[in-house]
């Protein structure tokens, strides 16, 4: 058996077929790689949005006397104020930003506000791919894809995850010698009983030829081990007599003696590890080797590639050094272990938290409540909406309860069924009861909420998602200690959506008719824009329909040097996530204002 055999990071298997279809699916394959491999070498994908982003100096306000009902489509004075906002004000004085908005298609850009911030983390190669309709629409279609495939393997991804944030040094370490961690993953049962007795594991990692024989009788290696009597042994031989002397130890070690085999192998990727003590005894983890048979399928498939295990291993320690300082008391591997699992099973809802990571704290300092709002998304969104509306609730929820019931508050009239129905289930309103305090957490950080529901069709399904809200309320003490670094939760979900879209990268490679559904020119931008594909899988919806706007993308790349501009401008970002921005841009009033502004 020899080194490749355990899949190194060229290592990809095509289906039969021609020679032209071959090559076409391990281009691709590598495109997909690259994509695996650039997921978080350059820092958090997305970073956050909203009213921590920044702070805006006061100025003086616009005043117009044109806007005209037909203006306003988020009620009758939502323009208007953010028309007298300092983000407003600011903007409309900057180059850059009249620029864009004087572009005909800008309002169509900024009626997506989830792709445009994703776009803002990385300007230059969003600017880039606008230039080429076609390949913006291609990659859109491969990021669709992408989400789809790791939709179908969420919680078997979401374990591992969890096993890695939960054990991130000793994956980090076997990422530096990849074939033995896919020797490692090809047995994992063999290793977990060797990792019981690291002395005795070192002695066989420093010379694996000396064991190889043992792969054809696993029990010549236990009486072996029982006496001592190999040179090999003969360091370590109370390690070797403890491991033949532990019958659960040995019956895994006789069920997978071809671990003897992969180690001989991979003999200097081992050698390798051993030479290097401290990071042996990392790797030697009982928990981690534990973790790996008990999620043997997933790790098996991530061995395949190398660069995609190394992305996802580095997702996983940026998970777990941003849990370690969460964790407030926590115990930190307990903690990575449970929150990896929540956020890896619900990628997709935690990744759309991130971008508002005030309101991201909110609903973890009081889950149970938004738990019990999530099985009423139109009521939610009423709440999000409007958080001033409700926030006296927060000192009388029986009041709460009373108003829903009658459909009195005008705040509640449009949605007075989906505050009925909440009303009436004593399960929801007893979790909404205990945990009023989120009715003043909204309020705190309204902006926020606002913003996450500007989009009505993404807070529908953001609200619909129920079971991301119970991952937060059935891990309630884990994320109410995360609750109160709203930047460090965000950046834990980020890095959970990353390792998702990593492990989804690396499925499709592996997967000939996958890849070979893509075309040429999502394979070349793939290949030159990673972090922009992990961007636009972790968006899909917002970005197949963006690709279908041709005003949207040419307004991107008419405007490439001001959009890179503004993408690092905290009053852009805080005027584009507004609620009533996308309504702004299509009135006539900001149109006159970007006109009239010196």
Not at 452 to 473: E, K, R, T, V, Y
Not at 481 to 501: E, I, K, N
Not at 565 to 579: D, K
């Amino acid at each position: 058996m020899t080194d490749t055999a355990f899949g190194a990071a060229d290592t990809i298997s095509t289906p039969t077929g021609t020679n032209s279809n071959r090559k076409k699916t391990i281009g691709i394959a590598a495109a997909v790689l690259a994509v695996a491999g650039g997921a978080y070498g350059v820092g958090r994908i997305f970073p956050p949005h909203g009213p921590s982003a920044g702070t805006i100096a006061p100025a003086d306000r616009y005043v117009s006397s044109q806007i005209g009902s037909n203006d306003v489509t988020l009620g009758d004075t939502a323009v208007p104020q953010l028309m007298q906002t300092d983000a407003f004000e600011v903007m409309v004085h900057n180059p850059s930003f009249r620029a864009m908005a004087s572009d005909p298609g800008f309002a169509a850009l900024a009626r997506n506000a989830q792709a445009m911030s994703a776009m803002a983390a990385n300007p230059a190669a969003f600017t880039a791919l606008a230039h080429d309709p076609q390949a913006f629409q291609a990659m859109a279609s491969a990021a669709q894809a992408a989400s789809s495939q790791a939709m179908a393997s969420n919680a078997q991804q979401a374990q591992a995850f969890a096993a890695m944030a939960s054990n991130a040094q000793a994956f980090q370490a076997f990422a530096h010698q990849p074939q033995a961690f896919a020797a490692m993953a090809s047995y994992p049962q063999a290793f977990a009983a060797f990792s019981h007795y690291p002395q005795a594991f070192a002695a066989m990692a420093r010379d694996p030829q000396a064991f190889a024989a043992f792969a054809r009788d696993a029990n010549a290696f236990q009486a072996a081990a029982r006496t001592g009597s190999m040179a090999a042994m003969a360091h370590d031989a109370k390690a070797f007599q403890a491991l033949a002397a532990d019958a659960d130890a040995m019956g895994k070690v006789k069920a997978n003696a071809a671990a003897f085999t992969a180690m001989a192998a991979n003999a200097q990727a081992f050698q390798a590890l051993a030479a290097d003590a401290q990071a042996f005894h990392t790797v030697a983890s009982i928990k981690a080797f534990e973790a790996m048979a008990a999620n043997a399928q997933a790790f098996q498939a991530m061995a395949h590639n190398a660069q995609a295990f190394q992305a996802q291993a580095a997702s996983a320690d940026a998970f777990a050094r941003a849990g370690g300082r969460l964790a407030n008391g926590i115990d930190a591997q307990a903690f990575n272990a449970q929150m990896g699992a929540a956020m890896a099973q619900n990628a997709q809802a935690f990744s759309a938290f991130a971008h508002q990571p005030q309101a991201f704290a909110a609903m973890a300092s009081y889950p149970q409540a938004f738990a019990a709002f999530s099985r009423y998304p139109a009521a939610f969104a009423a709440m999000a909406h409007n958080p001033q509306a409700f926030a006296a609730f927060a000192h009388d929820a029986n009041a709460f309860q009373a108003a829903a019931r009658a459909g009195s508050m005008p705040a509640m009239a449009h949605d007075a069924k989906a505050f009925q129905a909440l009303a009436a289930d004593g399960d929801a309103m007893g979790q909404v009861k205990m945990q009023a305090g989120a009715f003043s957490a909204m309020a705190a950080n309204a902006q926020a909420f606002q913003a996450m529901a500007a989009n009505a069709q993404a807070f529908q399904a953001l609200a619909s998602n129920a079971q991301a809200f119970q991952a937060m309320a059935h891990n309630a003490n884990a994320f109410q200690a995360a609750a109160h670094d709203a930047q460090g939760l965000a950046a834990m979900a980020t890095a959970a959506s990353a390792f998702r879209a990593q492990a989804a990268a690396a499925a499709i490679a592996a997967n000939g008719s996958a890849a070979q559904a893509m075309n040429a020119q999502a394979m070349s931008a793939m290949a030159q824009n990673p972090a922009a594909f992990q961007a636009m899988a972790q968006n899909a919806q917002a970005f197949q329909t963006l690709a279908h706007q041709p005003q949207a993308l040419a307004a991107l790349a008419h405007n490439a040097q001001a959009f890179q501009a503004l993408a690092v401008n905290p009053g852009f970002q805080a005027l584009a996530m507004n609620p009533a921005f996308s309504a702004a841009a299509q009135s006539r009033a900001f149109a006159n204002a970007i006109a009239n502004a010196q």
